[in-house]
């Protein structure tokens, strides 16, 4: 299919680090658990812990999912930027080589959603 376009983009992005006033952007996917159905953005500083980031935010914001109850960061399969990745969680996310719109996402083995639904 065919796109048409109006014209040239030719204004900066909205999404630069100069607007994020020292802080970064960070996309962040639980694989097989989508009842929040799209990789989820947080603000953050980079000098947080990837630890602190998991339990200050992100698990409040998937806390509505029965199995994150069952969620264990030593089972975890990691990707950052679509890489395999492994992480230090105690290290801060700049540490980790999480940069500015970068895209985490992880995956526990036996972990599938709801009824193994993805979901």
Request: charged share 20%.
């Amino acid at each position: 299919m065919g796109m048409v376009t109006i014209g040239a983009y030719d204004f900066p992005p909205a999404d630069r680090i100069e607007n994020y006033g020292g802080d970064i952007n960070l996309y962040c996917c639980w694989e097989h658990h989508l009842l929040v159905p799209c990789p989820a953005a947080y603000r953050l500083p980079p000098d947080i812990t990837l630890r602190d980031f998991l339990e200050q935010m992100f698990k409040p914001d998937h806390d509505h999912h029965p199995e994150m109850k069952l969620l264990d960061y030593a089972k975890l399969r990691w990707t950052l930027d679509s890489k395999p990745w492994q992480p230090a969680l105690d290290k801060s996310l700049r540490d980790n080589g999480v940069t500015h719109m970068s895209y985490l996402s992880f995956y526990q083995p036996g972990l599938d959603g709801i009824a193994g639904s993805g979901v």
